[in-house]
């Protein structure tokens, strides 16, 4: 099935073959991938829609040494397959397996490591100069999806490039619409005409002459920009200063090998505009490209998952909750940068389409416009991975805390997130939230306390923020009214059991915050502490903490968050406020970045389990005992 794939083992095979023999090999592909990602998961539709592109990219450009910089990285499978990774996709984004983006340490041919959007042209740009610098014929080549293009990172890449007239070529894969009538025969004998050698050099040649006839240069570009404007769309990208070329079928290999072969003998700035079809090759993925962006393990056959989980994720209470909270306040209104159905906002954005928007990959943008919308007396709910939150502190700062707007944040997938590995881990934000005035941080440690908490940071007059992980947690009741908690306040959810009378013997209270609560309880049974749920990280609950510091010997932390800066520091940095100088363990996230695998087995690697707490803990004792006993 797979005779031509299997002789591949790098692009250097892959140039051998003739042309007939790579539409063979783009079916050889497109199979294999589904028949891969069925067993292992992964991202689907996106990859689906670039085999051709991938093919032809490694074809014509002599990778590595030319430069393939891939923008967020999901559409990089049939990249990998194609650089002699083809048997490590039985492993993929599993413990110690390839990653799911493009990582610099995997593969000579993964020039840029990805995993959020938008960042293609500036690093290809840089890319590019860098080539200019040394005096090397090398290519840069940033690919690029029409998702990507809303944020305002490739815009600004766009602008700077026109100041630099480096060799550089940005291929938008433009997959959001179907490969309509204008994008035939017509234009792809267009493309091949405005990207071959002839037509650059009259128009260099044309530019140069025009340069001194002021009048007639201005005419001649306003006829150009008329010209190209009535078959394509290009005028924007020219007005940046690329070349534009395009648009033409991404499916369609004699006309990419063309059109890129073409490209590749041009100087300067090149843009070239194809459409794809995400899910292109298999039937289910077509239909429904966002339900296969992402997928667990399916039947290949017909796409039909074969997860049997059926617990409701935090993700969901949180879609639940915000139609509830909406049917009662018609003020409140949802906003997402470009993730409705991985936030969960499905439901709300089908019942109140006038209420909920989706501002595309624009994460800064969609703080300052939740801003906007809040200083005019709505009340925006902003749904926002911790890892993509990152790209927006500036305005969460300066555009709503300073001004102490009426703003709540849901942040989903905190902490560690299995498979998608430490690009999109949301493992710092406690430590980046707690820091900035004016806003209230919640941590639930369960999905009924998470409703609770979306309901008292909707209530509250102020910023307010709730983190949550990826995935179900361990409560499957979940209360249907709208109650609130009291701010700032913890409780204890177990007690000392018995009375320690040895002389060594420690009283151990266990402050635990969000989704560290099981593993706290658990660990706790074995060791008999006391164990409180903490709930919030600002405010803390000092007054529980004096409670705790006053009845018990060592005071450990647990939280599911990078350590430097997180829950703990808080906790020490109020005992130290208040003078209380018992022992103090902190347990979270080391100061590394934690590579891809299943949560369970992660958390344990970092000692975040209840037998990793046990051993600390126990570990902490004994130190402390040898220290009193040499005193």
Not at 173 to 200: C, E, H, K, Q, T
Not at 513 to 527: D, H, Q
Not at 569 to 585: D, G, I, R
Request: overall charge negative.
């Amino acid at each position: 099935m797979f005779n031509l794939l299997d002789s591949i083992q790098s692009p250097e095979d892959l140039r051998k073959l003739n042309r007939d023999e790579l539409t063979v090999l783009a079916s050889q592909l497109r199979t294999f991938l589904v028949e891969s990602v069925a067993k292992t998961g992964g991202h689907l539709a996106s990859n689906l829609g670039v085999v051709e592109l991938t093919i032809a990219l490694h074809y014509v450009f002599n990778t590595p040494d030319d430069r393939l910089v891939w923008d967020v990285g999901h559409q990089t499978y049939p990249h990998k397959i194609l650089t002699g990774r083809r048997e490590a996709m039985a492993n993929l984004r599993k413990p110690n397996g390839i990653a799911g983006f493009p990582r610099r340490c995997e593969s000579q041919y993964d020039t840029f490591g990805t995993g959020h959007s938008s960042t293609s042209i500036s690093a290809a740009l840089g890319m590019a100069i860098a080539a200019r610098q040394a005096g090397l014929d090398r290519r840069s080549v940033a690919i690029i999806g029409d998702g990507a293009m809303t944020a305002g990172m490739a815009f600004e890449a766009l602008n700077n490039a026109g100041d630099m007239d480096a060799n550089l070529l940005v291929i938008l894969n433009d997959n959001d619409m179907s490969i309509s009538n204008n994008v035939g025969a017509l234009n792809n004998y267009l493309a091949r005409l405005l990207s071959g050698r002839f037509y650059d050099s009259v128009r260099r040649s044309g530019k140069k002459v025009l340069d001194v006839m002021p009048n007639v240069k201005e005419f001649a570009k306003r006829a150009e920009e008329h010209a190209k404007g009535m078959v394509t769309p290009g005028t924007l990208f020219e007005e940046f200063g690329f070349n534009y070329i395009g648009p033409i079928d991404g499916h369609d290999l004699p006309v990419l090998l063309d059109t890129l072969t073409n490209i590749r003998e041009l100087k300067g700035m090149q843009f070239l505009h194809i459409v794809t079809q995400k899910g292109k090759g298999f039937e289910p993925a077509e239909d429904d490209p966002n339900k296969y962006h992402g997928v667990s393990k399916f039947d290949p056959c017909n796409g039909v998952s074969t997860s049997t989980s059926q617990a409701k994720t935090y993700t969901q209470v949180f879609g639940d909750w915000l139609v509830d909270m909406a049917d009662k306040d018609s003020q409140l209104v949802a906003i997402t940068p470009a993730m409705c159905d991985g936030s969960g906002l499905n439901a709300f954005a089908e019942k109140y389409p006038k209420r909920y928007f989706d501002v595309g990959i624009a994460e800064q943008h969609a703080l300052t416009f939740a801003a906007g919308l809040a200083c005019d007396g709505l009340k925006p709910v902003v749904a926002i991975y911790s890892t993509f939150l990152q790209r927006a502190y500036d305005q969460l700062i300066h555009d709503i805390a300073i001004q102490n707007l009426n703003v709540l944040f849901a942040i989903d997938r905190a902490g560690l997130v299995g498979a998608d590995g430490p690009t999109h881990a949301g493992t710092f934000d406690l430590s980046y939230l707690r820091c900035i005035p004016n806003i209230i941080v919640m941590a639930p440690s369960d999905e009924n306390e998470c409703r609770q908490m979306l309901t008292t940071g909707y209530q509250y007059n102020g910023v307010a923020a709730v983190r949550y992980p990826r995935g179900a947690g361990p409560n499957k009741h979940i209360d249907a009214t709208l109650s609130a908690l009291p701010i700032g306040k913890g409780e204890i959810v177990r007690h000392l059991s018995v009375n320690l009378t040895n002389k060594n013997s420690q009283k151990i209270a266990i402050l635990s915050f969000g989704s560290m609560l099981t593993a706290s309880l658990e660990a706790a049974e074995k060791l008999d502490a006391t164990v409180a749920n903490m709930r919030f990280v600002k405010p803390l609950d000092t007054a529980l903490i004096q409670q705790l510091a006053s009845t018990h010997d060592l005071i450990v932390t647990a939280e599911e968050n990078a350590l430097m800066g997180g829950a703990g520091s808080a906790v020490l940095e109020a005992m130290q406020a208040m003078h209380l100088n018992n022992a103090t363990l902190c347990l979270g996230l080391p100061d590394t970045f934690i590579e891809h695998g299943v949560h369970e087995a992660m958390l344990a690697e970092c000692g975040l389990d209840a037998a990793g707490m046990v051993n600390a803990i126990q570990l902490m004792l004994d130190t402390k005992i040898k220290l009193n006993t040499k005193n």
